[in-house]
């Protein structure tokens, strides 16, 4: 068998063809743009604002300690850190189950940074067919100055998206005169382009193939879809039987639905589909197909609508809820879990005490005839400034504590190790394992202050 001949092979991949969306006008087009610009100002913004001296947002990994304004958090912290993507992660559900891929079409880095990128073509290239004709055309003097100043202004914009990005994890003052003076380190160099480049392969080149290819939202978010999930959809019972028509026609007598068959609704698509085609993976939820499609209506007169927000039951004249046992449960779990994780962080205390008691001898007898107890003590002040501690225990009857320092100081972001005995009478031990309290008070700040169990070990009874 000739697996050569034409007529029997098949290509298993089609050849990406390049999708030029043309620019939408209209309220969620405006309401897309003012999303797009807040996120972006976010992310180049906020390192630049001060917080209590220091960078306001800062993720410190080699002092492994993590600023949120006014919030210090240390590897110890980590539980809070996944608390929040658990919120994160039920708030992606919430929403999903809600109004479909609303963060795909508002949120996502990939369609924020990608908007960024058409909007620099569409200023350099020009419109829609504009830039399809020059890209049909052959290679010239004018087009390839074009498209140079394209790609260089999408590589300065990739690396200052980069330079940013190196901004959270390295202060971006120092980050800047290093950059300026050319003494970057090998790591800060290697994620600025890194990071740079990521960013200018998947928004500037490949755009949709990412939310087609390689997202996995796109694969599992029908399984948090029902009929009644808010979707963008095209009312085919109003717009079929669709064609082309002038304004003076009475639809009616010509038997046409509303749609005029126009094409607007694709060429504004970002994902290159036919919403006419029903719902469909690739699309994204930015609503652009129901702005261009608005426009149209209006100049024929017609009602707007026949692309819109609805659901699968509405679209079929069934009966819809928007407010269902789905939603209400979905809603309720993310309160619970986002009260639970910002209780808990209202509540942290920025001093931890570890104990470890002393594995070389179980216990030992004084001269004096009480059980001893070594224990090394390790005090963490994660507060922004020093601290003097007071310790006690408690647990045994009159036991006594003793430690190698008259004054406990532990500077602000560092570990203090502290060597304490503690000291009991036989005859106050009830069982060969007794549990005792440490607790470690700052003399100047009240609310710190920490707990920590232990084991006090004596003679077998």
Same mark, same amino acid.
């Given at each position: 068998?000739?697996?050569?001949?034409?007529?029997?092979?098949?290509?298993?991949?089609?050849?990406?063809?390049?999708?030029?969306?043309?620019?939408?006008?209209?309220?969620?087009?405006?309401?897309?743009?003012?999303?797009?610009?807040?996120?972006?100002?976010?992310?180049?913004?906020?390192?630049?604002?001060?917080?209590?001296?220091?960078?306001?947002?800062?993720?410190?990994?080699?002092?492994?300690?993590?600023?949120?304004?006014?919030? @210090?958090?240390?590897?110890?912290?980590?539980?809070?850190?996944?608390?929040?993507?658990?919120?994160?992660?039920?708030?992606?559900?919430?929403? @999903?189950?809600?109004?479909?891929?609303?963060?795909?079409?508002?949120?996502?880095?990939?369609?924020?940074?990608?908007?960024?990128?058409?909007?620099?073509?569409?200023?350099?290239?020009?419109?829609?067919?504009?830039?399809?004709?020059?890209?049909?055309?052959?290679?010239?003097?004018?087009?390839?100055?074009?498209?140079?100043?394209?790609?260089?202004?999408?590589?300065?914009?990739?690396?200052?998206?980069?330079?940013?990005?190196?901004?959270?994890?390295?202060?971006?003052?120092?980050?800047?005169?290093?950059?300026?003076?050319?003494?970057?380190?090998?790591?800060?160099?290697?994620?600025?382009?890194?990071?740079?480049?990521?960013?200018?392969?998947?928004?500037?080149?490949?755009?949709?193939?990412?939310?087609?290819?390689?997202?996995?939202?796109?694969?599992?978010?029908?399984?948090?879809?029902?009929?009644? @999930?808010?979707?963008?959809?095209?009312?085919?019972?109003?717009?079929?039987?669709?064609?082309?028509?002038?304004?003076?026609?009475?639809?009616?007598?010509?038997?046409?639905?509303d749609c005029v068959d126009c094409t607007l609704c694709y060429q504004v698509c970002p994902t290159g589909i036919d919403i006419r085609d029903g719902l469909q993976y690739e699309c994204i939820a930015c609503s652009a197909c129901i702005d261009a499609c608005d426009e149209v209506m209006d100049k024929l007169g017609y009602d707007r609508g026949l692309i819109r927000y609805t659901t699968e039951n509405a679209i079929q004249n069934k009966p819809s809820k928007i407010l269902r046992p789905r939603i209400v449960i979905y809603a309720i779990i993310l309160a619970i879990a986002t009260i639970t994780v910002f209780y808990d962080l209202s509540q942290r205390v920025a001093l931890d005490l570890d104990v470890i008691r002393d594995r070389n001898q179980l216990y030992r007898e004084t001269n004096e005839g009480l059980i001893e107890n070594v224990y090394t003590l390790k005090i963490l002040n994660m507060d922004d400034n020093p601290h003097a501690f007071i310790l006690s225990v408690e647990g045994i009857t009159d036991l006594e504590l003793f430690t190698d320092v008259d004054n406990i100081y532990v500077n602000a972001g560092t570990v203090s190790e502290l060597i304490v005995r503690l000291r009991a009478d036989e005859a106050n031990l009830s069982a060969q394992s007794a549990s005792v309290s440490f607790r470690l008070q700052a003399q100047d700040a009240n609310h710190l202050i920490v707990e920590e169990e232990a084991r006090f070990l004596g003679p077998r009874k």
């Open positions: 068998m000739n697996t050569a001949d034409p007529k029997i092979q098949q290509s298993l991949y089609a050849r990406h063809e390049k999708i030029y969306p043309r620019q939408a006008h209209g309220r969620f087009a405006r309401l897309r743009v003012l999303s797009i610009l807040v996120l972006l100002g976010i992310f180049y913004g906020t390192p630049l604002l001060r917080w209590d001296g220091h960078q306001a947002v800062l993720f410190d990994l080699p002092a492994r300690k993590f600023y949120i304004f006014g919030l @210090t958090l240390w590897p110890q912290d980590f539980v809070y850190l996944a608390g929040l993507l658990i919120v994160a992660a039920l708030s992606l559900f919430f929403f @999903t189950a809600l109004a479909g891929r609303i963060w795909c079409g508002y949120a996502c880095p990939q369609t924020v940074w990608t908007e960024a990128y058409i909007w620099i073509e569409r200023k350099i290239e020009g419109t829609r067919s504009q830039q399809m004709k020059r890209d049909k055309a052959a290679w010239s003097w004018d087009k390839f100055r074009v498209k140079a100043i394209k790609q260089t202004l999408w590589l300065v914009f990739s690396l200052w998206t980069g330079f940013t990005f190196v901004g959270f994890f390295t202060p971006i003052n120092e980050l800047a005169a290093s950059f300026i003076g050319f003494n970057l380190g090998p790591w800060e160099t290697f994620w600025i382009f890194f990071y740079g480049f990521a960013t200018y392969g998947n928004a500037g080149w490949m755009r949709e193939q990412v939310c087609e290819y390689m997202c996995p939202y796109a694969r599992f978010q029908s399984a948090m879809f029902d009929n009644d @999930t808010l979707i963008v959809a095209y009312d085919d019972m109003r717009g079929e039987p669709r064609g082309p028509r002038k304004r003076s026609v009475d639809k009616s007598a010509a038997g046409l639905g």
